[in-house]
């Protein structure tokens, strides 16, 4: 019952350096998100994947790019870390009516960039 | 695009009363989906309740119901008999039904409920 995997859990970066956020999900899937949660501005989507081999830009893409490696993986990448980006970055999963439309998500990842 | 509004930042209730989580949204569709997920500190993210716009019946999941008027774009969340357990950051979020294969949600602001005992 692994569900949705996110890594790291924590995570301190200098203002530049880069990092790529890891995710994957074990329940056969198609569809897979990346949102940032900041305070008083809920979830906002970063990315998402409605299948292997696409993806597409959210509410927020600027400053990110995105890898849906195979069905089960889909990463996050930084490539050159701004404090603006300090976030919680949570990684979803959805399977559709056979799910309910139910999102699944990881247990989200605590980002500082200094 | 869709926006979603959660007005009441904070709320409290007393332990064993009734409290209600209000959300609006806005949308040109005639169908979709809306939800309520609930963070507790732990900060995973847990689905609450769902409703179908095209369901006039108002979901319920044991102290948990909603108070959906399509007309208004309101979506309410009514629990009942509060418990401590409770204490948690509560999301509205709304999906459009027509985009088959991807769920994407939008989300609301977020309102904070303390429990008190």
């Known amino acids: 019952n692994a569900g949705v995997t996110q890594t790291p859990k924590f995570q301190v970066l200098k203002t530049g350096q880069s990092m790529t956020l890891q995710c994957a999900q074990d329940m056969n899937h198609n569809s897979m998100y990346w949102y940032r949660q900041d305070p008083g501005m809920g979830l906002r989507l970063i990315y998402y994947?409605?299948?292997?081999?696409?993806?597409d830009k959210g509410e927020v893409p600027n400053g990110y790019n995105v890898s849906r490696l195979n069905k089960r993986e889909f990463s996050l990448r930084l490539e050159s870390a701004a404090p603006s980006q300090t976030s919680v970055y949570f990684c979803?999963?959805?399977?559709?009516?056979?799910?309910?439309?139910?999102?699944?998500f990881g247990s989200g990842t605590q980002l500082s960039v200094l | 695009a869709q926006t979603v509004t959660q007005s009441q930042p904070e709320m409290s209730v007393q332990e064993a009363e009734t409290v209600t989580l209000s959300c609006t949204y806005d949308?040109?569709?005639?169908?979709?989906?809306l939800f309520w997920y609930k963070q507790p500190p732990s900060r995973q993210m847990i689905l609450v309740i769902r409703?179908?716009?095209?369901?006039?019946q108002n979901a319920t999941e044991n102290r948990f119901s909603v108070n959906f008027q399509k007309a208004a774009k309101s979506f309410s969340l009514k629990i009942s008999d509060s418990q401590l357990g409770d204490a948690a950051m509560y999301f509205c979020?709304?999906?459009?039904?027509?985009?088959?294969?991807?769920?994407?949600?939008?989300f609301g602001t977020g309102t904070r409920l303390t429990i008190i005992p």
């Open positions: 994947s409605a299948s292997e081999g696409t993806t």
């Open positions: 409703q179908e716009a095209y369901k006039q």
């Open positions: 949308t040109s569709e005639s169908d979709y989906y």
């Open positions: 979803a999963s959805s399977g559709g009516r056979r799910n309910n439309e139910k999102l699944f």
């Open positions: 979020a709304y999906r459009t039904s027509f985009n088959f294969g991807n769920e994407k949600l939008t």
